[in-house]
Structure formats: structure tokens, C-alpha cells
């Protein structure tokens, strides 16, 4: 299993319409072979930051499948004019697990 991970910085006074629109786009995700789960975390610290966490089942799931795919073109028409800046992406596997 692969986790992928982003801090989204959504532009101040447009959290409530993203959070919204990325209910919406979670329909697009989820529809990907690999898929399997995601979960979105809004920082109690700063209330335009969020982290996206998403379980794939293999980095081509997120990397080849959904980007290549008809449903991340959806996805990025939801969401992607929300941040700034736009997000890193990382990946991590399971080294240890207790």
C-alpha cells in the first residue's frame, strides 16, 4: 500500500465552497482501480491549510491511473484553482507498522 500526500493551502475566504467542491471530486478518485481511500484534514492552526491523505494500492494507481484518467480531469476542474500555492506531492510506503 502506497500513501500519498499533500498539504493544500486553499486561497483565504474560499475553504467552505472548497470543502464543497472537494465532496464533489471525491466521487472522481474514488472511481480509480487501486483505489483505496482518502481522507481530507483541515489544520486547526491555520484555517486555509488542509491535508489530503489517499491510499493506493500501488504508486501507478495515483501516478499513471488516475492522472492519466478522465476522472482526474474532473478532479483538477473542481479543485486545482483553489490553491495557492499549488501542492507538493509525496508518496510513502509502510516501513514499519505497530
Same mark, same amino acid.
Given at each position: 500500500?502506497?500513501? #500519498?500526500?499533500?498539504? @493544500?493551502?486553499?486561497?483565504? &475566504?474560499?475553504? =467552505? !465552497? ?7 471530486? *471525491? !466521487?472522481?478518485? *474514488?472511481?480509480?482501480?487501486?483505489? @483505496? &481511500? /482518502? *481522507?481530507?484534514?483541515?489544520?486547526? #492552526? !491555520? #484555517?486555509? =491549510?488542509?491535508? @489530503? @491523505? ?7 494507481? /495515483?501516478?499513471? &491511473?488516475?492522472?492519466? *484518467? ?10 486545482? /484553482? ?10 510513502? #510506503?509502510?516501513? !514499519?507498522?505497530?
Amino acid at each position: 500500500m502506497i500513501l #500519498e500526500t499533500a498539504i @493544500l493551502y486553499v486561497k483565504k &475566504g474560499e475553504e =467552505k !465552497q472548497f470543502e464543497r467542491d472537494f465532496k464533489i471530486a *471525491s !466521487q472522481y478518485i *474514488s472511481a480509480i482501480n487501486g483505489y @483505496l &481511500g /482518502h *481522507s481530507l484534514r483541515k489544520c486547526l #492552526e !491555520q #484555517e486555509n =491549510k488542509y491535508l @489530503l @491523505l489517499v491510499d493506493w494500492a500501488k504508486l501507478e494507481d /495515483h501516478t499513471v &491511473g488516475f492522472r492519466t *484518467s478522465k476522472e482526474y480531469l474532473e478532479w483538477k476542474k473542481l479543485l486545482h /484553482h483553489y490553491y495557492d500555492p499549488f501542492p507538493v506531492v509525496e508518496h510513502y #510506503e509502510i516501513v !514499519q507498522q505497530y
